[in-house]
Nanobody
Framework: QVQLVESGGGLVQAGGSLRLSCAAS????????MGWFRQAPGKEREFVAA????????YYADSVRGRYTISRDNARNTLYLQMNSLKPEDTAVYYC???????????????WGQGTQVTVSS
């Protein structure tokens, strides 16, 4: 069982930056693929980024590639999402997720955090 708690969301102006964190419980954090999804009002949840346990590979949605960076600290059981050059369309609730593999569909991820709100003003 893995429990995930996100933090770091907030209100930022377009062009600004935020860093999200996700604290995970359990002693097997490094074995999981970790990721981020987001859901904007009235829209379906969408894949944002994922990272393998050893940080050997990262994956990004086209909409965030080059602006977002996913990373993890296995010693601290923590996942990060550095978001730069934010746009109003990045406004959403961001969810931390964990699974045994990399999946682009939300239903395939095993564990979810409660989410943290990111609002980008124009």
């Amino acid at each position: 069982q893995v429990q995930l708690v996100e933090s770091g969301g907030g209100l930022v102006q377009a062009g600004g930056s935020l860093r999200l964190s996700c604290a995970a419980s359990g002693r097997t954090f490094s074995r999981y693929v970790m990721g981020w999804f987001r859901q904007a009002p009235g829209k379906e949840r969408e894949f944002v980024a994922a990272i393998r346990g050893s940080s050997s590979s990262t994956y990004y949605a086209d909409s965030v590639r080059g602006r977002y960076t996913i990373s993890r600290d296995n010693a601290r059981n923590t996942l990060y999402l550095q978001m730069n050059s934010l746009k109003p369309e990045d406004t959403a609730v961001y969810y931390c997720v964990a699974a045994g593999g990399v999946y682009y569909h939300d239903s395939s991820w095993d564990y979810w955090g409660q989410g943290t709100q990111v609002t980008v003003s124009s």
